[in-house]
């Protein structure tokens, strides 16, 4: 009888549960499972695009709170929740968490504990930045460069694979990407000397299956672009997950700046850093790359969302790879071969005159003068024109949301020593400020780089974007406002007032006929540190999540 | 052997971090040397969480303009040993090094003439 009425609970359980989350259901991404929101970017694609239309232009001014979490956190929170039926997940850099999605109740929490000593080596902010979900587990990074897989029911820890000692410099705050069932992390910490990799780890035991490193060896022809031994210091960081195109089975990851920033301490292309890579899920093999910045000394790494799209191209549907990249250009390339389809200005930039038929920036005088070492001005500053906050491209309109920056800055190159686990910069900067707005929310044609539409901001938006079927665009401010816009043309339709600053990533999902809305608030990342904008300081720390829907 | 390292290193530390001036009265002003040491072992090590010359908005690490001049303890100890977020810094950092840092700090990033 016992045994019988156990079985019967568990029966029912089941469905409920549903935790063997399959390659088939992230396939689909939220624009066909609009119930759900799987991985980091709402789909393999990375648009943050929801077809949904239950919050639109109309009805967004009735959009209130649901539900607050605390996460008894008081870093930056720039994590991408996921949702997987009912149930919400999301990181900070100290816990990971599950959420009853419609009461915002708790279901479990696990702690992340790293060495006193890792924020040392960590440049822009104490975060992390989500996680990935697959076959009934949750897998994440730490800061001091594990990945771990959690029981997505429990939050019991699976597996734990070290990847390398963060006391060289070495962090992690990406959100995995689950792609031909192989868990692939990148790495942090270009400003400390590392050697860039990307990595393959089997989910069910999280043993290390391959490593790519995006700073080339001697054993690869492209070595030869770093001389002497520089290549072991050469940067290239990967700290944003790439995109998936399940069909030609390619994942493409973008790659960040050169170790030292200095272009005189390692003259040449510096293959892999600056690129995006197209690679092949299984074995990490790279199939083409494309440099966006060949020895680049500005810090205009391009780790950053790599967008995936089918555009029409003179008349012909072309696969395309879109990056809003930080050297302010947009490019367009096809991601069947990593050739160059358009790469135009989307913000001001001095660094080069154009780009080359084959994607080769045109230096200007001002680079010119930094690789005979003189100190310049130059822009846009090292944050760049866009920073690692990710864009939605919105295929109903065809436009790319972003938030771009507008400030430059005093550059002069130094010559520095590597030390382990010491910054390894190799520049003096300092900003140089605008008198008006220091960034602008634009709507961009990914093929002209022209704007639809601009909504200026004195402090610079530094949060994700997400864009709807309903015609609303959504973001935040380091101030705190959840806003909504026209995607029309920008108009602001709604805003709320959260307690710290907006760095989150706004999602969307639908669960029993009601859409809801989500964000991370909490302020400490790049611009709040690093920026030394006072403006901020009445901005008071202290992370939670918010969930909001219409009113009823 | 180890052993003897250690034991000259805390001597350095000891003395570095005692002041050498008659107790009571303000610490001299740092020579410019030091100084200039400081201010870009600041501007490498410790501006991207307390701001480009310290200038930040305070509400996500200390505002170090705001810092007791006179609390050269507290700056070692919070330095050497981390302080909640603040990370601790006595396995890299040389004591003169941390000497010279407080040296900017203490001036408020303002160079001796």
């Known amino acids: 009888m016992r045994k019988l009425l156990l079985a019967a609970t568990l029966a029912a359980s089941l469905p409920l549960a549903g935790h063997a989350q399959t390659a088939q259901e992230l396939m689909a991404g939220s624009q066909k499972d609009t119930a759900d929101v799987l991985n980091y970017g709402m789909g393999y694609n990375l648009q943050r695009y929801s077809p949904l239309t239950q919050i639109n232009r109309d009805t967004v001014k009735h959009l ?102 963060f006391k060289d410099g070495y962090s992690q705050t990406v959100a995995p990407l689950v792609a031909d069932g192989v868990v692939i992390t990148g790495i942090s910490g270009a400003e400390y000397g590392i050697r860039g990799f990307i990595d393959g780890w089997d989910p069910d035991t999280g043993k290390h299956l391959w490593r790519t490193y995006t700073v080339a060896g001697p054993d690869d022809p492209n070595g030869k672009t770093w001389p002497g031994d520089t290549y072991k210091h050469g940067g290239g960081s990967t700290w944003i997950t790439g995109s998936f195109d399940p069909e030609l089975h390619t994942v493409y990851w973008g790659t960040g700046n050169t170790g030292s920033w200095n272009p005189t301490q390692h003259p040449g292309d510096n293959l892999y850093t600056c690129s995006v890579l197209a690679l092949d899920p299984k074995t990490g093999k790279i199939k083409w790359h494309f440099q966006f910045s060949p020895n680049d000394p500005y810090d205009y790494d391009s780790v950053a969302e790599m967008v995936l799209a089918n555009l029409d191209v003179g008349g012909k549907p072309t696969k395309v790879v879109m ?45 010119d003068k930094v690789r005979k070492g003189e100190a310049v001005d130059v822009w846009p500053g090292a944050m760049g024109v866009k920073n690692w906050s990710p864009t939605s491209y919105d295929p109903q309109t065809g436009l790319v949301y972003a938030n771009t920056l507008y400030f430059g800055m005093h550059y002069k190159p130094v010559d520095v020593q590597y030390r382990a686990g010491l910054p390894y910069w190799g520049a ?16 961009i044609d990914p093929l002209t780089g022209k704007s639809k539409w601009e909504v200026p901001s004195d402090i610079p938006r530094f949060s994700g974007v997400l864009s709807t079927a309903g015609g609303v665009v959504f ?28 760095e989150g990533q706004p999602i969307t999902w639908e669960q029993d006929g009601v859409q809801y809305v989500a964000v991370s608030s909490g302020i400490g990342g790049v611009y709040d540190l690093f920026a030394g904008d006072e403006r901020l300081s009445k901005v008071p720390a202290g992370g939670s999540l918010w969930v909001f829907a219409l009113a009823k | 052997m180890r052993f003897a390292a ?108």
């Open chain 1, 475 to 502: 973001t935040g401010k380091l101030t705190g406002e959840l806003e909504a816009f026209d995607a029309e043309n920008g108009h602001k339709l709604w805003q709320f007032k959260t307690g710290s600053g907006i």
């Open chain 2, 6 to 113: 250690c034991v000259v290193a805390a001597t350095i530390f000891f003395t570095l971090s005692l002041p050498a001036w008659p107790h009571n009265a303000p610490e001299p002003p740092p020579s410019k040397a030091e100084w200039e040491k400081g201010a870009e072992f600041f501007r490498d090590i410790c501006s991207h969480c307390h701001g480009p010359h310290m200038v930040n908005p305070g509400n996500g690490s200390f505002d170090l303009r705001k810092f007791p001049h006179d609390e050269r303890a507290r700056f070692f100890n919070s330095v050497r040993n981390g302080k909640n977020s603040m990370p601790p810094w006595k396995d890299i950092l040389r004591p003169d090094e941390i000497a010279a840092v407080w040296a900017y700090v203490r001036t408020g990033g303002v160079e001796p003439k």
């Open chain 1, 428 to 443: 003096d900067i300092d900003w140089i400020w605008p008198k008006g707005p220091r960034g602008f929310l634009k709507a």
């Open chain 1, 323 to 367: 990056d809003a990249n930080r050297n302010g250009f947009y490019y367009v390339l096809d991601r069947t071969n990593g050739k160059l389809i358009a790469a135009n200005q989307y913000g001001h930039q001095t660094w080069a005159k154009g780009i080359d038929e084959d994607g080769r920036p045109i230096p200007s005088e001002v680079t």
């Open chain 1, 64 to 165: 209130v709170p649901v539900w607050n979490y605390s996460y008894d956190d008081n870093k930056s929170e720039e994590s991408q929740p996921l949702v997987y039926k009912g149930v919400l997940y999301v990181t900070t850099n100290s816990a990971t968490m599950a959420i009853d999605a419609k009461t915002g109740n708790q279901i479990w929490k696990t702690k992340v504990e790293y060495p006193a000593e890792t924020p040392r080596i960590v440049c822009c902010g104490i975060i992390n930045r989500g996680l990935a979900l697959y076959d009934g587990k949750v897998f994440r990074t730490t800061l001091d460069a594990n990945v771990i897989a959690l029981d997505a029911k429990t939050g019991k820890e699976i597996w734990r694979s070290h990847v390398i000692d």
